[in-house]
């Protein structure tokens, strides 16, 4: 079973907002949800999977790409086992199909991320 899931992709024109959420689906990770880092992450077609913005256990503290800073806000409610991302000032470039991703270090690499969602595709069209 997939531990992650994440709903909200779409179609969007350029300048429009988007936003992502990755909830908890399988029983016994949400127990445990508050005590990970989360992350969200891209891959665009023939590329590689990218960093995009992770934020802390409690959600005092987040990190983003610099493609993404002051346009995309990440954010979490441990209450309700899920993780946002709002993505705003969207730009054709942002097409990917997006993932959200969990770990117990603050690191930026995929390979540091324990658990993954299937993604969801997010289109900007110019």
């Known amino acids: 079973q997939v531990p992650l899931v994440e709903t909200g992709g779409g179609l969007v024109q350029a300048g429009g907002s988007l936003r992502l959420s990755c909830a908890v689906s399988e029983r016994t990770f949400r127990s445990t949800f508050s005590s990970y880092i989360m992350g969200w992450f891209r891959q665009a077609p023939g590329k590689e999977r990218e960093f995009v913005a992770m934020i802390s256990r409690s959600g005092g503290a987040t990190d983003y790409a610099d493609s993404v800073k002051g346009r995309f806000t990440i954010s979490r409610d441990n209450a309700k086992n899920t993780v946002y991302l709002q993505m705003n000032s969207l730009k054709p470039e942002d097409t990917a199909v997006y993932y959200c991703?969990?770990?117990?270090?603050?690191?930026?690499?995929?390979?540091?991320?324990?658990?993954w969602g299937l993604g969801t595709q997010v289109t900007v069209s110019s």
């Open positions: 991703a969990a770990s117990v270090r603050w690191l930026t690499r995929a390979t540091d991320y324990e658990y």
